[in-house]
């Protein structure tokens, strides 16, 4: 029996052996190993409640301001798990709206996705929804509606979902860092006209208030010497950050969740909105305290003061010792760049639609979650593709995919190489992108620009993958 076994593998073995690899294939298992293919539930339910609803909250500079919240907070609550353990949320709608939470950049299996009338019905106001799965990976992930989102998000639902490593590294302070800005009427409150011509035809709402974890005036206080962990993300409509941190050298370690391949000095990094950056800094002792300014610098000519990192000299600590978390298996796919593109999107705007304005992938404007037709795509799991972005309009366009990561290979033909994966690209006025990716979960996926006018205006599709 046992010597049978072994001629059957053997006869397999061959049979796989002898068949030429094609160069698809040949990528598609280099994946192996970069991170995993199924959850591994370890048993530990994490249960919780929450509630979307309006509040009015002292934010920005301390002012009341009315917004929408996930329990009465904005950033929502921090949902911090381990890896393996099986997030259980049980959410309820108070809103005037109906709404859902999508888990952005979490690897969900498909119906916990919250992609209204696809993946699930809207949760209508009064109703409940229970969104229950074990993430596959660790990392700093988001949550926020799918419903309406350019008016929803822009009110202040969405919160920080960050899955700890099963043993994660002793960082002195592990901390995030919201960035979000506001566009404010003159009654100091949110301006409540959502979708504007000028939002349309730009690059979105950029508001007039920049904040940081909903402040203006952010600070983190440490002590010298400390080693920390620092979790951005855009949370914002449309504004991009490109955050810089004037003598302090971060290196940053993740993107979008998951580790680069080796960590790598912070220079320019542009946060669109969806994007994560973890960053790995050791602050400087010193006798003295100091502050350090952090300063978006997107638009050089028009920086902004993000927050202040405030180092209290009088007790230095010594720098905790490991070594970098950013080791992860990212492959190079450098050859994807001579396998033709299965798919090309042109991205564009024309005039039309319930807007004025409609935003385009290949002359489609999505038409509402509940009139989505047929996928634009259909892929099989486990192969590899090469997608490619071609931005035919002068503005920005951050594209977002559900449910799966993806390598940028090229800008404009030119060969990127990145040390790490993604969950959102920014595409710069018309540019071109290339981006190689092995999908490994089956269902109806989303693919849409995260400038959230731009997604309500039409620039948003679905793929199926398959298998
Ligand atoms: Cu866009």
Redesign the pocket.
Known sequence: MRFRLFLVVSFAALSVACRPETPAARLARQLRGAYPEHAAPRGVVRTFDIEAREAELPLIDGGKLRVWAYNGQVPGPELRIRLGDTLRVRFTNRLPQPTTIHWHGVRVPNGMDGVPSVTQPPVEPGGTFTYEFTPKDAGTFWFHPHVRSSEQVERGLYGVLVVEDAAPPPYSRDVVWVLDDWLLDETHQIFDRFNTPHDLMHDGRWGNFVTVNGRTDARLDTRGGERIRLRLLNASNGRIYAPEFPGLEPQIIAVDGLYLARAIPLERFELAPGNRLDLDITLPGGPASRSFPVTDQFYPARPNHLADVVVDGAAPTAPPRFASPAHARVPAWSEGLQIPATKEFRLDARRGGSYGIE?TINGQAFAGHEHHGAPMLTLERGGWVRLRFVNASY???PIHLHGMFFRLLARNGAPVDEPFFRDTVLVHSQETIDIGLVPLDPGKWMMH?H?LE?AEAG?MTLFEVRG
Do not use: K, N
């Open positions: 935003w503005r920005l366009h620009c400038i731009h620039m």
